[in-house]
């Protein structure tokens, strides 16, 4: 076997474990929240809007035109505001997951059969470990390679599950 196809498998062989890294991470990460009436009151996907201007060039640019200009404050601004970005991300995670734990239950005590609403919650819970996967590999290689996710599908995948939840069909289980 050549050195070249060693190589090539080591490679293919480490991003397929890194793959399967950050969709375990995106999809089991926040799993224990419950969902609680008085949560689902207060919460506003508002929250999310700032994160969406953290990956805005325009600054650079701005930054770059100011005196005293270096690079390597561009760089440090850059992994600064990824880190920010992956903290809102986690934020993001948990109440999608709040949100989703609180659907399940709907679907859970509902009187009847919803088989609608279980396929559009699957769906849902697709896309959106997709969406956040794709923003988390591109946060990992944007040191190498600066790429700059859409974020808003995000949010709004979020703000459409709120959306199908209402605060009157969240069911209180009795402790017995």
Do not use: C
């Not at 709040?98 to 239950?105: E, F, N, T, V």
Request: zero cysteines; glycine letters at 2%; a positive charge.
């Amino acid at each position: 076997m050549s050195l070249a196809l060693v190589a090539v498998l080591v490679v293919f062989a480490v991003s397929v474990l890194a793959l399967i890294w950050v969709v375990r991470r995106v999809s089991l990460a926040g799993r224990k929240q419950d969902p609680n009436p008085d949560w689902f009151k207060a919460f506003s996907v508002r929250r999310y809007r700032p994160m969406e201007r953290l990956l805005n060039e325009g600054d650079y640019v701005f930054l770059e035109s100011q005196p005293g200009f270096h690079p390597k404050i561009a760089r440090r601004l850059r992994a600064e505001r990824r880190t920010i970005l992956r903290k809102y991300l986690r934020m993001l995670r948990r109440d999608f997951d709040r949100l989703y734990a609180a659907a399940k239950l709907i679907l859970v005590y509902s009187e009847s059969d919803r088989p609608e609403l279980a396929r559009e919650l699957l769906k849902q819970r697709i896309v959106f470990v997709a969406m956040m996967t794709r923003i988390e590999l591109s946060l990992a290689v944007a040191p190498v390679l600066p790429l700059r996710p859409d974020l808003r599908p995000l949010v709004d995948a979020l703000e459409s599950l709120r959306l199908q939840i209402q605060p009157a069909n969240l069911p209180v289980p009795s402790v017995a």
